[in-house]
């Protein structure tokens, strides 16, 4: 079963500035809560029981704010407030949840999982990329009934315009069935021409430990990054199983400003 979470938050959000400047973008309101707070719901209710964090010096506020007990504490003593109470009880809850982990160099997100190997318990375990939101529907979820079904590793996709397809990770793929299909291979931002479908990674994956060792051996790839991509095909080159889950609910992309402006006002208009 999946009981672990991973949630790289060390990137410096720059493609938020300079909304980022002063607020970890993990932070940023989104109708009425943090960004993040989306992600926790998403893994709690998938019945993840511990969350690993992936977090730099510099964002030490993200920290701060599932530790902000003194202060919440002193407004409750003074104003017997039933919703802030309520919002005390649920970050203590989260808090018992999440552990922290460092990345202090920007070295990509493979880089970031990496940080995690001696955290892992079970074979396999889930990892969630803030900037993509899915409304409605729990996609991690889904990914879990497919993980528990196909005894495989699992990733989320979505189809894309194939116009777009230069801009997302796709898919090679076949047995494709209403809401899966086996993963032959992954190519980083093909042109239209090389693209072998117009099926992008989504940011939720059910990863295995041993993508560790991959990670570790290697070589830093764009960018003078380690991308978790790069190590997804290593292990599907040595034979490990990947199945794509086509999920269900409305995705949202709140990594950029344009992206998080409209994803602010669809929250707003799907609650």
């Known amino acids: 079963m ?3 979470a991973i949630i790289p938050l060390a990137g410096m959000g720059t493609r938020l500035l300079p909304l980022t400047s002063v ?3 993990e932070l940023l309101p989104m109708n009425g809560k943090p960004n993040i707070e989306y992600i926790l719901e998403e893994c709690v209710n998938a019945g993840i029981k ?3 964090f992936i977090i730099s010096k510099k964002k030490s506020s993200i920290k701060k704010y599932f530790y902000s007990d003194k202060l919440y504490k002193s407004i409750i003593s003074k104003k017997k407030n039933k919703n802030i109470k309520e919002k005390y009880n649920k970050l203590k809850n989260y808090k018992k949840m999440i552990k922290f982990v460092y990345q202090n160099k920007p070295r990509g997100t493979g880089d970031a999982v990496l ?3 001696n955290y892992i318990k079970g ?5 969630l990329l803030p900037d993509d939101l899915i409304m409605n529907k729990n996609c991690s979820k889904e990914m879990i009934k497919i993980y528990k079904s ?3 590793c699992v990733i989320a ?5 194939p116009k777009t397809v230069s801009r997302w990770g796709i898919l090679s ?3 494709k069935n209403k809401t899966s299909f086996e993963i032959e291979d992954v190519i980083e931002k093909p042109s239209l021409k090389d693209a072998p479908s117009n099926y992008a990674i989504i940011g939720r994956y059910i990863l295995p430990k041993k993508i560790m060792n991959i990670l570790k051996n290697q070589k830093v790839g764009r960018g003078g990054e380690v991308h978790i991509t790069d190590a997804i095909k290593s292990l599907i080159y040595k034979g490990e199983k990947f199945y794509g889950n086509i999920f269900k609910g409305k995705y949202l992309d709140s990594g950029t400003l344009e992206g998080y402006i409209k994803s602010n006002l669809e929250i707003t208009r799907l609650k």
């Not at 074979?123 to 990892?127: A, E, G, K, P, Y």
């Not at 996709?157 to 315009?161: G, P």
């Open 2 to 4: 999946i009981k672990q």
């Open 23 to 25: 607020i970890p973008k």
């Open 50 to 52: 511990e969350i690993i």
């Open 115 to 117: 940080k995690c190997k």
């Open 123 to 127: 074979n396999h375990f889930l990892m």
């Open 150 to 152: 196909k005894k495989s």
């Open 157 to 161: 996709t979505k189809r894309v315009n």
């Open 173 to 175: 793929l076949k047995n």
